[in-house]
């Protein structure tokens, strides 16, 4: 034994406190903290509390006879080997076969070879962190973004810097802003992260022109771009703006020729216990991310990607028809009650799709003050807005989630959480 293991272990054995791990984890480990708010968020499952905070479908509308019916065929048919044996890592052909067909219906012609299925999108944003980031390196996003994106990528230990679509900054000073974050040699800027459509927090969709924004700038940055499409599916007003890999290929002839990678997900609108989604885009990306989940976990499960597939081709759109018109009556019944019972000063967004609102209070609110004096006073939840902030800004904002309460709970929620910010 080393001198320096000895002294590790005489260490251990006096202290009583098990081993001292930290100092054996890499430093990407570092990166990897509890969010203060997901583990707020355990406390907050409680009867009597009224939660806009969860940002989950309504599990009264998954459709679970049809998952029923599903499972029970792939089980008992002549797939039923199939379905529990070791499988391809770039997904059931068939379940590929049907997304080339929906990705044609969002003006994006590919083959199954530009798909592979994952393990919900956020297996792809962790994939995605893994393969372009290096230490050091700059990954651009909104300022407010999706806490689980920056939680996969931190992981991979990279500098962020904030995509302003409509803002006035040059690709030369995004360029020198990342070589100077990345310490010695720099970084460098890798990709655009964006939910185009009714965002995790802040239910905004990006105007086409936005869009076509972040490809120039892209383009001039020689970067690739990750579209984050887990609400896409959600819209209940307003037209349909092209994802921004069809854009990608309307400007490049062909999505072999694009920088865009299209992450989608049934989490939304099917189940997300099923942990099923998918990555769209040019193959040498495919082809590295199917190496990638060769390596993490041979592949998504069989007989789920089978119970998807089953259940997406008999009903796809008759289900989507069913959890819009709910969400959407949601929706406005949040929007309503917010203009009821807010007082001045404060303001929201008006989203045409997904689940969420974000409110905006006077600036020198802060949301996770609030929300201790919420709960305690009013039972009502939502998130503190500072936690999507990469730069830890935000501390006014709240993003609140209609999707899972009715409208009456809608009503009478935002009606206390209106006395709470009156009082705050
Ligand atoms: C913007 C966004 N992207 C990705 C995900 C991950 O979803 P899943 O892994 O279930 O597809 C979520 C989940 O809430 C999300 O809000």
Request: with cysteine.
């Amino acid at each position: 034994m080393s001198t320096l293991a000895q002294a590790a272990s005489a260490k251990s054995a006096t202290s009583g406190h098990g081993l001292d791990w930290p100092h054996l984890f890499a430093t990407r480990a570092e990166r990897m903290k509890a969010s203060e708010i997901r583990e707020l968020l355990k406390l907050l499952d409680q009867p009597d509390v009224i939660s806009f905070a969860g940002g989950i479908p309504d599990p009264a509308l998954f459709p679970a006879e049809a998952f029923g019916a599903a499972l029970t065929s792939a089980l008992t048919g002549d797939s039923r080997g199939a379905a529990l044996q070791y499988s391809v890592s770039e997904g059931y052909k068939p379940l590929r076969d049907w997304l080339v067909t929906r990705m044609a219906s969002l003006g994006v012609a590919c083959t199954a070879d530009n798909i592979m299925i994952t393990s919900g999108s956020q297996q792809a944003l962790d994939y995605l962190g893994k393969l372009f980031l290096s230490k050091g390196d700059t990954a651009l996003v909104g300022w407010p973004t999706y806490l689980g994106a920056l939680q996969a990528f931190n992981a991979y230990e990279p500098n962020y810097d904030r995509l302003t679509p409509l803002g006035n900054r040059s690709a030369s000073d995004y360029r020198e802003t990342a070589a100077a974050a990345g310490g010695p040699g720099g970084g460098r800027v890798k990709f655009a992260y964006a939910s185009a459509d009714f965002a995790n927090p802040t239910g905004e969709t990006l105007a086409e022109s936005a869009r076509k924004k972040i490809l120039d700038l892209a383009e001039e940055l020689d970067i690739a771009v990750i579209e984050d499409a887990a609400y896409q599916s959600l819209r209940y007003d307003g037209d349909e703006v092209p994802p921004l890999l069809a854009l990608d290929i309307e400007r490049t002839g062909g999505i072999e020729n694009t920088r865009t990678i299209y992450c989608g997900s049934f989490s939304k609108t099917l189940a997300p216990g099923l942990r099923v989604g998918w990555v769209c885009a040019a193959k040498p990306v495919i082809s590295k991310l199917v190496l990638m989940k060769q390596a993490a976990d041979l592949h998504s499960a069989t007989l789920n990607q089978m119970a998807i597939h089953k259940v997406a081709s008999d009903g796809f759109d008759a289900q989507l028809a069913k959890i819009k018109a709910t969400y959407m009556a949601r929706r406005d019944a949040m929007l309503a009650a917010l203009s009821r019972h807010m007082p001045e000063g404060v303001s929201w967004t008006k989203p045409d799709g997904g689940m969420f609102i974000w409110v905006t209070l006077p600036e020198a609110a802060d949301g996770a003050a609030l929300l201790a004096e919420s709960l305690k006073t009013e039972r009502v939840a939502f998130v503190p807005g500072k936690a999507f902030f990469a730069d830890g800004s935000g501390a006014n904002t709240l993003r609140l989630s209609f999707s899972c309460a009715s409208e009456a709970m809608i009503e009478e929620g935002i009606k206390r959480l209106g006395r709470v910010v009156r009082g705050g």
